[in-house]
């Protein structure tokens, strides 16, 4: 497995075995992917075992993974082989009760400017009405071991004209911008999101905290940066934020250094500060609840993470946990 990624140990994980709270709570999962990796496999069976672990799942929205692409025809078309096959395999799924994938969010390389639009269109025809937006990765850090060297990004990727020209052939047709970034780069993301109003824009993993590498001895300064960037951010009606992802590697949390998986009291408290800074900036109504899985999965298990999403939200009202737990994602991915 990459190093940019945190080993899943099976014998380890079971450790962490929890009661299920609230087993009623209706859960949609608004982030999660299929990996077929010579090293690592995670797809529709080892994502519904994790679904099946105790909680209300109803449904998901599953996220690009550079899985399954077409190894034939043109260069730029086949990217749309992941969405073939998810939306293949989400109507198989849909027969155990859990609407899987119903919502797709593909990838295409927005550098093209007005032509990705053909890459587009082709993404909706395969997703059989479940394809909902594009996320075109934009991380960068000048620590260039801080980036999955696959994704890596050039720095002000988002201020690109041609990715601009790329970013504005969504609106028409009503696709949205999952954003993955660094938590410095997100000023770059205010730009873009202002420029095309239109669009909705899905920050992914409460804001790409990173306190890791240059960053870990700078862990105070890092959450005033983010904290500063996402208020700004807030103010943009566009804007929504999926909280989670943050078992990740660069998040140096370092859950996966005990002698067993962190319990979901101990998760809870120590997202607060995150998370409950994205709900108290944007308000429940534009933040969701995300498992990035299989990601985190080598820091914690399925059920554990919505234990702690549960007891994160435990005085909230029951409408802004609907909204956190649901409905917000619901909304934003048009959900059936």
Not at 105 to 128: C, F, M, P, S, T
Not at 155 to 160: F, I, K, N, S, T
Not at 226 to 237: I, T
């Amino acid at each position: 497995m990459s190093s940019n990624y945190l080993a899943v140990r099976p014998d380890w994980l079971a450790l962490g075995n929890e009661e299920i709270l609230e087993p009623d709570l209706p859960i949609i999962d608004a982030h999660h992917h299929f990996y077929d990796k010579p090293d690592w496999v995670y797809m529709e069976d080892e994502y519904l075992a994790d679904v099946r672990s105790g909680h209300r799942v109803l449904a998901t929205v599953y996220m690009q993974a550079r899985t399954r692409y077409y190894d034939h025809g043109p260069v730029d078309l086949r990217v749309v082989g992941e969405t073939s096959y998810v939306a293949q395999q989400a109507e198989a799924l849909s027969k155990t009760g859990i609407q899987v994938a119903a919502g797709i969010v593909g990838h295409a390389d927005l550098r093209a400017g007005a032509e990705v639009r053909k890459v587009l269109e082709a993404h909706i025809d395969a997703g059989r009405g479940r394809f909902r937006g594009i996320r075109h990765l934009t991380t960068w850090d000048s620590d260039a071991t801080l980036v999955n060297p696959l994704s890596a990004a050039p720095a002000e990727l988002m201020r690109d004209a041609s990715y601009r020209e790329g970013v504005a052939q969504l609106s028409p047709l009503s696709l949205s911008y999952d954003a993955w970034l660094f938590f410095h780069q997100l000023p770059e993301l205010h730009d873009l999101a202002a420029r095309f109003p239109d669009t909705p824009m899905i920050v992914n993993h409460c804001g790409g905290i990173v306190r890791i590498g240059s960053y870990a001895t700078r862990r105070d300064e890092v959450h005033a940066i983010w904290r500063r960037n996402m208020q700004a951010l807030a103010e943009l009606p566009n804007v929504y934020v999926k909280l989670g992802g943050l078992g990740m590697r660069i998040n140096g949390f370092g859950f996966e250094k005990a002698d067993a998986p962190p319990t979901s009291q101990v998760l809870a408290e120590t997202w607060r500060p995150w998370m409950e800074g994205c709900i108290e900036m944007f308000g429940a109504n534009r933040c969701m609840f995300e498992s990035n899985f299989p990601v985190d999965k080598g820091s914690y298990p399925y059920a554990t993470a919505w234990n702690a999403f549960k007891r994160l939200t435990a005085n909230g009202s029951p409408e802004e946990r609907k909204q956190l737990f649901s409905e917000t994602v619901r909304r934003v991915y048009r959900l059936p």
